[in-house]
């Protein structure tokens, strides 16, 4: 299907910078509170975010059903939740309004000056309202990383692995939007040589290279979503950070797996890129080792999406360090599967819920999504500019993730997602 707002050609009457993460083409949506102080649902051009709340007042989605308060929310879920072809509608309108023929907001000064905002004037806040978060497993070179580094085996992989996705329920209230200072936390961890574990903060705080995708309402308690129904039911993408403290992790792993190592932080960027944005950039998903039960099977290749992705560390003397480069189109299961997987005993899903896919890691090793792989779990430190090392990552130390899509005419940006270590709270 032609998607109108797509046009790779639209060029917006808001200057736009080359290489801008932000262009016509993009139109993502996010939460801001404006100069103003006021909070409001809005979209991204260049260096421009625009309040879709006045938007909307003025008149500007004339003839799109939509309720009068839709876009003056803290969050976006009641928009999620009315489906893709109102994302659609809205999506257009707004590529025509500020299409460069287009002088109807264009030589409207009154209203573009409570529209349109230079993006240093806002705070962006959390997009949505986290009711669920849930975390995948679904890189096979982050799945076998991590058994050769704990099992030591050339083939780790677990006997369920090849298949089903691997999830975990965590935690939401605990999801933040980037710029959040992240505190080291405390938990129980056992000392080298001990017996008894300790309380202490960790000494192994990790960063996690990830996407996650954002649902509509899918589905009803005891219903599931088919394979050919899940992509219709994903809004769109952010870039995701889920901080682990290694050490805690390691401790309370067995029997049930992640809690404390985990429910600390996540961050998220806080600008949702539609599926529509992406399609451009859909490509083939690896091919899957095993064939999957019939209810994750798919009927065409062109799965995933070739989105690029990068994190570096910034140390507190400004020192910018490269940790990691990898792609989403890595993943071994994809989206698609995971939300049919997820769904498949009846587990119904809301709008706003959050879909991490897991780290992403490719082959090589400046590929690896964590830097439990990047370090071989502290065994082989990473120098830094500054000529320092590290294993894990000290207080000070922020993790700058980006990522982004490209072709020939348009590149289609999530922005950053960023998040800094601080000091652990000190025991009374």
Not at 45 to 51: C, K, L, R
Not at 157 to 174: A, T
Request: aromatic fraction near 10%.
């Amino acid at each position: 299907m032609k998607i109108a707002a797509n046009d790779p050609n639209r060029k917006s009457w808001l200057p736009v910078k080359e290489g801008s993460d932000f262009p016509i083409q993009n139109i993502p949506f996010g939460v801001f509170i404006t100069k103003d102080d006021i909070i409001t649902i809005g979209t991204r051009i260049g260096e421009y975010a625009i309040d879709l709340g006045a938007f909307h007042q003025l008149g500007y989605f004339k003839g799109i059903p939509l309720t009068d308060d839709i876009f003056m929310q803290d969050s976006l879920n009641d928009f999620i939740a009315d489906g893709r072809k109102t994302w659609r509608l809205v999506r257009k309108r707004i590529s025509e309004i500020f299409d460069i023929e287009n002088p109807t907001l264009r030589e409207n000064d009154k209203h573009k000056e409570v529209i349109i905002f230079d993006i240093n004037e806002v705070e962006m806040l959390m997009p949505v309202d986290v009711g669920d978060y849930t975390d995948f497993y679904t890189s096979i070179e982050h799945a076998e990383n991590i058994g050769k580094i704990f099992n030591g085996q050339t083939h780790s992989l677990s006997s369920n692995w090849l298949h089903m996705p691997v999830g975990y329920p965590s935690r939401s209230s605990s999801v933040v939007v980037s710029g959040t200072s992240i505190r080291r936390p405390y938990g129980q961890v056992l000392p080298y040589g001990s017996e008894k574990p300790v309380l202490a903060p960790s000494e192994s705080v990790d960063m996690e290279l990830e996407l996650a995708f954002i649902t509509t309402a899918v589905n009803d308690l005891g219903k599931r979503i088919s394979i050919d129904e899940a992509e219709e039911n994903i809004f769109g993408m952010v870039l995701l950070n889920d901080w682990s403290a290694r050490d805690i992790q390691k401790w309370e792993l067995d029997p049930l797996g992640p809690f404390l190592g985990k429910n600390f932080a996540t961050t998220i960027s806080p600008w949702i890129v539609t599926l529509d944005a992406l399609e451009p950039f859909r490509c083939k998903s690896p091919k899957q080792e095993l064939d999957p039960l019939p209810y994750l099977k798919q009927n065409t290749a062109n799965n995933s999406f070739d989105i690029k992705l990068e994190a570096k560390l910034k140390t507190e003397n400004g020192d910018l360090n490269d940790l990691s480069k990898t792609n989403f189109k890595y993943l071994y299961w994809t989206i698609q599967q995971q939300l049919a997987h997820h769904t498949v005993n009846g587990c119904n899903v809301r709008a706003g819920d959050l879909m991490g896919s897991g780290t992403i890691s490719g082959s090589t090793s400046d590929s690896y999504g964590s830097m439990l792989e990047i370090t071989w779990n502290g065994n082989e430190p990473i120098t830094l500019k500054d000529g320092t090392s590290r294993s894990f990552l000290n207080d000070g130390d922020e993790v700058i993730i980006r990522g982004y899509c490209e072709n020939s005419k348009v590149r289609i940006g999530f922005g950053k997602c960023t998040g800094k270590i601080a000091p652990a709270i000190a025991l009374k």
